[in-house]
């Protein structure tokens, strides 16, 4: 990979009826020392030490038939033009500071007037960000070891139903699942502390079963633990299920924000498990927001070590080649010397269905892949879920056609005839 650029790098594809240049200059200007009027201060000297620069600018060809996005300028539809633009920024304004680089490259100008659509494509940054953050303190070895799984992807599911089960009935499944051989499982992003399933009772209870399957088979299965919340709260909760013999916690991005992030990975004795719930207000419109190959690169410099990346096939409105570009790019190192890769966890919809595809489009077996309705919804119940799951696995990383593989594999050929 290449040497990480001296100032901070953003890459934009931006909308405008006025000269793209000018509302580049202007983004550059709002985002660094100038206003919207010259202030006497920002002398040319405190411009050269300061000022954000245009380092590349190409207006792309295609039509735009009516404006992106709302805004109060008048709008000229006949005027309308996309482009790429690179702004720069010295790392002095602001140091290696994540939450403060937020400010600077998604800050106010997503609603500078004359833009009808602008959404951040890329980062670059400089090598002493690499230095400020943990990164995953596990990342993918760190997952295989102590999942105990090598050579294949973890076999996941979601608890479900997402809510509903009290502490007792969350063990009970958990029981069933570990017997049907499964690698990993998590809580639910609707599930953290509520009074019907309080997290202690919840963890102590999950753990009982998971430690007692560990000690008969030797197999300890990974449980992330949605301990979102409060940074207190997260603290004790992490604690509790480090005491208890656990290997994983989770946390939901969006609503721990960034700051707890980085408080939760600063302190974590244990791989975090970073489930982007709401992800789709920040990048549904594809004139707005971010793309998931700049965002996920704050995450795990800050130390997410499993990010979501939905999967093939989905429940939700993303086509596939962008799951896979978010996938890939979660495997993708962020610095030379310190490459700070997350494991991308397939979920949302995924059955055995999605096996082959999904390997053959990422060519790699370092994902987990989490299977809710695919699993537990299995006619014949949550652990013959899990075997199907496998065999699909197995099948797709072999090569082997997963209607062939089901002839031998009677959970898989039972997943094939249903929905799950
Ligand atoms: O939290 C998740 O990843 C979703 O709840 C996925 O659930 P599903 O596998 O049933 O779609
Ligand atoms: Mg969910």
Avoid at 138 to 145: D, E, K, S, V
Avoid at 205 to 221: C, F, I, L, P, S
Avoid at 347 to 367: I, K, N
Wanted: charged share 20%; net charge neutral.
């Amino acid at each position: 990979m290449t040497a990480p650029p001296i100032r901070i790098e953003a890459d934009y594809l931006l909308e405008t009826a006025s000269d793209p240049r000018r509302v580049a200059e202007t983004m550059a200007g709002e985002q660094s020392s100038g206003t919207f009027v010259p202030v006497p201060g920002e002398t040319p000297e405190l411009k050269a030490r300061s000022a954000a620069r245009v380092e590349r600018l190409e207006v792309l060809d295609e039509p735009v038939d009516a404006p992106s996005l709302p805004t109060t300028a008048r709008v000229a539809t006949e005027s309308l033009r996309r482009a790429r633009v690179t702004l720069s920024w010295p790392i002095e304004n602001l140091g290696p500071s994540l939450p403060n680089l937020l400010a600077t490259v998604a800050g106010n100008l997503f609603e500078l007037r004359p833009l009808t659509g602008l959404r951040l494509l890329d980062i670059r940054l400089p090598q002493a960000f690499a230095a400020a953050y943990p990164g995953p303190r596990f990342g993918i070895p760190g997952t295989r070891r102590l999942a105990g799984v090598e050579g294949r992807p973890l076999i996941g599911t979601i608890i479900k139903p997402s809510v509903g089960f009290g502490p007792e009935e969350t063990a009970a499944l958990v029981r069933t699942l570990c017997e049907g051989g499964i690698d990993f499982i998590k809580d639910d992003e609707l599930q953290a502390d509520g009074p019907h399933c309080p997290f202690e009772a919840r963890a102590r209870a999950v753990m009982r079963v998971v430690n007692d399957h560990a000690e008969r088979t030797g197999k300890k299965v990974m449980v992330a633990f949605n301990l979102t919340g409060e940074i207190d709260e997260m603290r004790k909760r992490h604690d509790l299920v480090r005491d208890l013999g656990g290997t994983c916690i989770m946390a939901s991005l969006n609503s721990v924000g960034l700051v707890g992030m980085i408080a939760l990975a600063r302190m974590t004795e244990l791989p975090i498990h970073a489930h982007r719930n709401g992800w789709g207000y920040l990048t549904r419109h594809p004139l707005l927001g971010w793309s998931y190959v700049a965002w996920q690169k704050i995450w795990r410099l800050a130390g997410a070590d499993h990010m979501h990346v939905n999967g093939l096939d989905n429940k939700f409105a993303e086509d596939d080649d962008s799951v896979v570009t978010s996938a890939r790019t979660c495997l993708t190192p962020l610095f030379p010397d310190k490459p700070c890769l997350a494991m991308p966890v397939f979920s949302s919809g995924q059955t055995v269905r999605q096996a082959p595809g999904t390997f053959a489009a990422l060519g790699s077996t370092d994902l987990i892949v989490t299977a809710g309705g695919g699993i537990v919804a299995h006619p014949g119940g949550p652990g013959e879920g899990v075997a199907a799951l496998r065999q699909a696995w197995e099948a797709a990383v072999a090569g082997i056609d997963l209607n062939a593989h089901a002839r031998t594999h009677p959970a898989l050929a039972r997943a094939l005839e249903g929905a799950a």
